[in-house]
């Protein structure tokens, strides 16, 4: 038995030694897709920043608007009665 402990320990270190080549190559592959992904999203944050920005911009023009339409005219002075 214990023979085949050593066997099934070489059999582990060739495992494990196999294992670790090819997460040195996946690591890279994974490195790459995730700053890929940071990119895209960083790219679409910007985007949506410029948007609220854009809109914020709208409403406070619409507001602008709104108040110079809802404000009345200027009324006339008031005609003094007392000089006729």
Known sequence: MEGK???DGKQNT???TQFVS???LVVPV????IESYIR???NALDEMGERISEL???INDLRAEMGAEGTPPPAAP???TDDE
Not at 30 to 33: D, E, H, K, V, W
Request: glycine share 4%.
């Open 5 to 7: 402990d050593s066997g």
């Open 14 to 16: 060739a495992d494990m």
């Open 22 to 24: 090819s997460s040195d």
């Open 30 to 33: 994974l490195q790459c897709l």
């Open 40 to 42: 895209h999203f960083s």
């Open 56 to 58: 914020e911009q709208s």
């Open 78 to 80: 008031p005609k003094n």
